[in-house]
């Protein structure tokens, strides 16, 4: 009987020491999860994260590309439309002032506006007088624009100006200008674009 209690007892430790064991194994196998569910988790934000990063550079740079191009285009229309039958008809005019040659310009500007979308064109001798222009320019050059005048009589080539307010338009316009050369190459006249960024500039940047 002795023998029997002590071996009654014997085995309910046993099972006692394994119930303890399948704890401990059941509490290591639930923490390994958890550290594996958390370690997944944070793989996959971060994968998500660098996901969103790479798209979000992608994005800025095709912007930036598409505002280099737009530019790239702008200072190409001022160097194309400040040379040619413009160039011929300026250095008529700085000749011989008539109001024919003076019409003629306007037409053409009329032709550029139309084929480009520049809100007005604007013919500027180099003391920083309006010759003419599409639109009629009641208080003269914005101070911006007589910048733009210098830095581009400086430059001797197309110039980028900035954004600014017009008082003649009542609203936030770029600008952009080409000198005019003689038959000797010196500087006659500027030419400058005047664009309205909410029709040109701001779609493109919202697309």
């Not at 191009?69 to 001022?78: K, Y």
């Not at 007005?120 to 003269?140: A, D, F, M, W, Y």
């Amino acid at each position: 009987m002795l023998q029997s209690g002590c071996y009654s007892s014997t085995n309910t430790t046993t099972s006692h020491g394994t119930g303890r064991l399948m704890v401990v194994l059941l509490c290591v196998v639930v923490m390994g999860l958890a550290a594996g569910g958390y370690y997944l988790y944070r793989q996959q934000e971060r994968s998500i994260i660098e996901t969103h990063c790479d798209n979000l550079q992608a994005l800025v740079k095709l912007k930036a590309d598409e505002i280099t191009a737009w530019r790239q285009e702008r200072l190409g229309d001022a160097r194309m439309n400040s040379s040619g039958i413009i160039q011929l008809l300026v250095q008529q005019w700085s000749s011989a002032p008539t109001p024919d040659l003076l019409e003629a310009i306007r037409q053409r500007f009329l032709v550029f506006q139309q084929n480009e979308g520049y809100v007005n064109l604007v013919l500027i001798n180099p003391q920083g007088t309006v010759i003419t222009s599409l639109q009629q320019k009641n208080e003269g050059l914005e101070p911006d624009e007589q910048y733009l005048v210098e830095r581009t009589l400086v430059a001797g080539q197309p110039v980028f100006g900035d954004f600014y307010y017009c008082r003649n338009c009542q609203r936030i316009m770029l600008n952009l200008a080409a000198p005019i050369f003689d038959s000797a190459g010196q500087e006659v006249a500027v030419l400058m674009l005047i664009a309205d960024p909410e029709r040109d500039l701001y779609p493109l940047i919202n697309r």
